[in-house]
Structure formats: C-alpha cells, structure tokens
C-alpha cells in the first residue's frame, strides 16, 4: 500500500474547523511539513494553517507615485 499524509487547516471557523486540506504526497511527516511550506502552508508550530489563514506577514508593495513628473510650480 501506498502512504500519504493528509495536512489539515486547524483554524476554527463558526461551523468547526477550515475545510482546507493538502494532499502531501509524502510518506513522512518531515516531508509532509516541507511539502506543506512550500505550498504556503503556516506548518510545525503545533498547529497548522493554511495558506489563507496562515499568519505569515504579506509582502508588502513599495507606494508608487502616480505622476512624477508633474511638479507644483508649472
Ligand atoms: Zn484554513
């Protein structure tokens, strides 16, 4: 038989717990982890989360300005 770990979202939600689930392929748990990271899964701190509930900060985009070109003083 063929083994593959199944990573759970823990994060509750009103009607139980998330719905998200990742089929790891891996036949160990230390695969399983490094598979779930690499798809964006928050692993290994005791609970699991996935990508959308995950507390990993978001990358934040530098401000653009919109026109600078345009000066106050024409
Ligand atoms: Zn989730």
Redesign the pocket.
């Known amino acids: 038989m063929s083994l593959s770990i199944v990573v759970n ?1 823990d ?1 509750s939600v009103p009607y139980g717990t ?1 719905a ?1 689930r990742l089929h790891t392929g891996a036949a160990t748990e230390a695969e399983a982890y490094e598979a779930a990271e690499r798809a964006g899964w928050d692993v290994g701190g005791g609970h699991d ?2 990508p ?2 995950s507390h990993r900060p978001t990358r934040l985009t530098p401000p653009t300005r919109l026109h600078p070109e345009e000066t106050p003083n024409r």
Do not use: I, T
């Open positions: 979202c994060r998330c998200a989360f996935c959308a509930h």
